[in-house]
């Protein structure tokens, strides 16, 4: 059974750092995109940023570009996001996600296979 488990959200004051991890077990996602994803509070889930296999291509939303920073072990199946200078409107529910193909750039929420439970990230003002 494939599962992909959140961890390191929190709160913390704006201008702080969080770093958020995601461990994947059951299947190996060293050939393929895993991403991260959030949801605030009466919005839909976007697309925060995602990486390749290799992590020659990574790819930010405009929102957090700067700011974070994805990054990923093959050798622990675990994908990883540093959050720094955080905003009162980076407050959500952290998700990650897996892409079930190999070598394969998904585009939308929809192509990702796997899902964590999420982990939530407030930013107090």
């Known amino acids: 059974q494939v599962q992909l488990v959140e961890s390191g959200g929190g709160l913390v004051q704006a201008g702080g750092s969080l770093r958020l991890s995601c461990a994947a077990s059951?299947?190996?996602?060293?050939?393929?995109?895993m991403g991260w994803f959030r949801q605030a509070p009466g919005k839909e889930r976007e697309f925060v940023a995602h990486?390749?296999?290799?992590?020659?291509?990574?790819k930010y939303a405009d929102s957090v570009k700067g700011r974070f920073t994805i990054s990923r072990d093959n050798a622990k199946n675990t994908v990883y996001l540093q959050m720094n200078s955080l905003k009162p409107e980076d407050t959500a529910v952290y998700y990650c996600?897996?892409?079930?193909?190999?070598?394969?750039?998904?585009?939308?929420?929809?192509?990702?296979?796997?899902w964590g439970q999420g982990t939530q990230v407030t930013v107090s003002s």
């Open positions: 059951g299947r190996t996602f060293s050939r393929s995109v």
């Open positions: 990486i390749s296999w290799s992590g020659g291509s990574i």
């Open positions: 996600a897996a892409d079930a193909a190999d070598w394969h750039i998904p585009h939308t929420s929809g192509e990702y296979d796997y």
